[in-house]
């Protein structure tokens, strides 16, 4: 029952470096998302995929890339980290996306600081 | 852009008291999403409810939506130090816009 999963939990990045932030679902789901949470601004959308094969731009996709290597696996890139990027990651899924609604599924997220 | 915003930012009560939280949301919804956030953790689905229905129940939770309003109010009966964390409506097809939350601390 091991829900969505997100890997690193917590990472410190040096201004320009990169990483992969990775994200695996084990419930079957069509859609995934990635968000990011910053204090005072709640959660705002990254990047989704509605379903595999397809990735859409979300509300804040400036300085990032997905993959959604298959349907469990949906990562998130940052080819050049910036202080602005410093936030908490959270993964979803859910099991349908397009006109359907669902009750997301989250991650536990991952806690990034760039320096 | 936030489609939600939840009233009070911050509610503060005793243990047993009755806790409601409320959403207001801008455009047309097909339903409408309530989440929970423990400290340090990711978000839990609470409740779900549809343009057509106007009230629903979850064990200690009720939640409302009024569409001529464009609202919502979850209600938390009974509360316990437990349920302790911030709270978030959310709305969207497929996609999901959240407010930036309530944070209920329930003191013993």
């Known amino acids: 029952n091991a829900g969505v999963t997100q890997t690193p939990k917590f990472q410190v990045l040096k201004t320009g470096q990169s990483m992969t932030l990775q994200c695996a679902q084990d419930m079957n789901h069509n859609s995934m998302y990635w968000y990011r949470q910053d204090p005072g601004m709640g959660l705002r959308l990254i990047y989704y995929?509605?379903?595999?094969?397809?990735?859409d731009k979300g509300e804040v996709p400036n300085g990032y890339n997905v993959s959604r290597l298959n349907k469990r696996e949906f990562s998130l890139r940052l080819e050049s980290a910036a202080p602005s990027q410093t936030s908490v990651y959270f993964c979803?899924?859910?099991?349908?996306?397009?006109?359907?609604?669902?009750?997301?599924?989250f991650g536990s997220g991952t806690r990034l600081t760039v320096v | 852009s936030q489609q939600g915003e939840e009233d009070p930012q911050a509610l503060s009560i005793q243990e047993g008291e009755n806790a409601t939280m409320n959403c207001s949301y801008k455009t047309s919804i097909n339903n409408l999403q309530w989440y929970r956030q423990n400290s340090g953790r990711g978000l839990v689905h609470l409740i779900l409810i549809r343009s057509n229905e106007r009230e629903k129940h979850s064990g200690r939770l009720r939640v409302t939506l009024d569409t001529s309003k464009k609202s919502s109010s979850l209600l938390i009966t009974a509360s316990r130090a437990a349920d302790t964390a911030s709270y978030f409506c959310?709305?969207?097809?497929?996609?999901?816009?959240f407010g930036q939350g309530t944070i209920l601390t329930v003191h013993p």
């Open positions: 959310a709305t969207g097809q497929g996609k999901l816009t």
């Open positions: 995929s509605a379903s595999e094969g397809t990735t």
């Open positions: 979803a899924s859910s099991e349908a996306g397009g006109q359907g609604s669902y009750g997301y599924t």
